[in-house]
């Protein structure tokens, strides 16, 4: 089954690929690894999701807000891809970053959230090593940042 048809079987919809808003681009491959900027949790609407996570969201709301990262990931390699999933090889490794107050350890759990959704899209392909980082702050008071790197065909 392809990744795309995977998406549509489970009802995901995917958000738009948002451009980037500072000195950088959204996406770059070099030989074969694509590597896709941190993307930061946005709600169904489009909204922000913003909070410390231990303090204004807890770890359910923070492994909500990391699926929506991978969301984001799978919208931005789908379009680095030229809206075709099948080249796609693997996803090689996620970083996330998790908003959290300094006593907060839960930050694997949150990162689940983006681990999960992007291991359901693709499968065994999408089984990857990974980085939860707790930050002090992040861009615009969001609660997760999450970044990947993918291998391609």
Do not use: W
């Not at 941190?38 to 909070?51: A, M, N, T, V």
């Amino acid at each position: 089954m392809s990744f795309d048809t995977k998406i549509k079987e489970l009802g995901i919809q995917l958000p738009k690929a948002a451009d980037p808003v500072g000195s950088y681009v959204a996406t770059k491959i070099s030989n074969k690894i694509l590597f896709i900027s941190g993307q930061i949790s946005i709600d169904e609407k489009g909204e922000l999701i913003r909070g410390k996570i231990g303090k204004d969201l807890d770890t359910e709301a923070g492994y909500n807000a990391a699926k929506r990262c991978a969301l984001s990931i799978v919208a931005q390699a789908k379009k680095a891809c030229n809206e075709d999933l099948s080249k796609i090889k693997s996803c090689v490794k996620l970083t996330g970053f998790v908003n959290s107050t300094d006593d907060f350890t839960e930050q694997p759990k949150v990162i689940n959230g983006a681990s999960d959704l992007i291991a359901l899209i693709f499968g065994e392909a999408g089984m990857h090593t990974r980085a939860a980082i707790s930050a002090n702050s992040l861009p615009l008071g969001v609660a997760v940042e999450v970044d990947a790197i993918f291998e391609l065909n």
